[in-house]
């Protein structure tokens, strides 16, 4: 198993993370950072095969977390996965030996292609006892690979926030949820989660329905679709 530390300020953001990364074969979570000086007590507890870190941190920057890793001796592999678009944010990472560095927002298809040739990667290098160029001309061309293309979303729906609600969603069953019982569980504001709710429906991944109660106006209630199969 490859084992994962999540680091990022945003709850939200690190569930939503740590259920992708979950959900690959191959890959396990062993704990979660909200801060640099966390990030790196937890790297040196758990001495994580991988680091998803993020650049923006309350105490300091992710590039300054790479820093001290690096400067420790981590042995762990670093993926930058942050909203930080300028160059040089960009450079320093590469600089400090990050594998990949992923822009948010992006899709989940993105993140998970990323993991995969992450595993690939690491499996090719435990078979090799000295690699030729060859070798190196392949894992170099592997990292270098284009990124998949995002799916774009609507302005004001960010992709992760979709699929934590994504996932409420699923786990609610056939009864489904109200906006309200979405807001609760995802800490979203009731509008908010009303709006991603109703995302879903639009793209046809889940269905509304009206239940009407014994008084009041009748509640609106999603319910996630289940995928085709074949």
Known sequence: MISVL???DDFMVAKVHAGFVAALDGFEVVGTAATGAQALT???RLAPDLILLDV???DMTGLEVLRRLRAAGTSADVMVISAARDVDSIRSALHGGVLHYLVKPFDRRTFEIRLRDYARLRAEFSELQEAGQGDVDRVLGRLRGAAPA???TPKGIAPETLELVRQVLGAAGADG???TEC??????ARVSARRYLEQLVTVGEADVRQRYGTAGRPERRFT???PRRG
């Open 224 to 226: 996630l679709r289940s």
């Open 183 to 188: 807001s609760e569980r995802t800490g979203l």
């Open 6 to 8: 999540i680091v990022d």
């Open 177 to 179: 949820l109200s906006a």
């Open 150 to 152: 995002a799916v774009a």
């Open 42 to 44: 937890e790297a040196e």
């Open 56 to 58: 923006y941190l309350p």
